[in-house]
């Protein structure tokens, strides 16, 4: 079964600065995509950043551009997601979640992990 | 960044109805578009993908259409676990955007 499970939230103030991870299990991490994925609590989905099964292509939105730096450990079946100069409308729940597309990228997410709760208030 | 717009926004309907969701993107995409099923305190869950393609596990009674600007999915007939909030996605950039969702509740 495969499984993603998200931690490193918690509450930040604002200019300061937080790592969230991602292991996962029950599939080749490798082979895939990951993506991150983020939820104003009651509110929309935004998308944040992906990585290729190689690190060889990223991307992020455009609202996180220059403070998020995604990353992965293909040994350690991990991601990360580095951020910087949070602020207060970075508060969200940060989901992690698998891209489908092998040894590609699709842009299309499943499954999702159950999220991070990151709050950035002073 | 390419706009998506769902239509409604919420919605009631009844164990047995046929519903219908519409999602509208600010420019072509081609068959580009995904969508995805969230129950309250749950992550998202990929029902179709490339517009009209079902995710396997998914039943049968979902589907989608659509290509370029207009799509929409289609629940045949409704069931109790179906209620939740529905959210289309497109994939087509590299600025990947999601609709707002559309709430599904139980008349």
């Known amino acids: 079964e495969v499984q993603l499970v998200e931690s490193g939230g918690g509450l930040v103030q604002p200019g300061r600065s937080l790592r969230l991870s991602c292991a996962a299990s029950?599939?080749?991490?490798?082979?895939?995509?990951m993506h991150w994925v983020r939820q104003d609590p009651g509110k929309g989905l935004e998308w944040v950043s992906g990585i290729s099964w190689n690190s060889g292509r990223i991307g992020y939105a455009d609202s996180v551009k220059g403070r998020f730096t995604i990353s992965r450990d293909n040994a350690k079946n991990s991601l990360y997601l580095q951020m910087n100069s949070l602020r207060a409308e970075d508060t969200a729940l940060y989901y992690c979640?698998?891209?489908?597309?092998?040894?590609?990228?699709?842009?299309?997410?499943?499954?999702w992990g159950q999220g991070t709760l990151v709050t950035v208030s002073s | 960044d390419i706009q998506m717009t769902q239509s409604p926004s919420s919605l009631s309907a009844s164990v047995g109805d046929r519903v219908t969701i519409t999602c509208r993107a600010s420019q072509s995409i081609s068959s580009y578009l995904n969508w995805y099923q969230q129950k309250p305190g749950k992550a998202p869950k990929l029902l179709i993908y490339?517009?009209?393609s079902l995710q396997s596990g998914v039943p049968s009674r979902f589907s989608g259409s659509g290509s370029g600007t207009d799509f929409t999915l289609t629940i045949s007939s409704l069931q109790p676990e179906d209620f939740a909030t529905y959210y289309c996605?497109?994939?087509?950039?590299?600025?990947?955007?999601f609709g707002q969702g559309t709430r599904l509740e139980i008349k």
């Open positions: 979640a698998k891209d489908v597309g092998v040894r590609g990228v699709s842009n299309w997410f499943d499954p």
């Open positions: 996605q497109q994939s087509y950039s590299t600025q990947i955007t």
């Open positions: 490339a517009a009209s």
């Open positions: 029950g599939f080749t991490f490798d082979d895939y995509a």
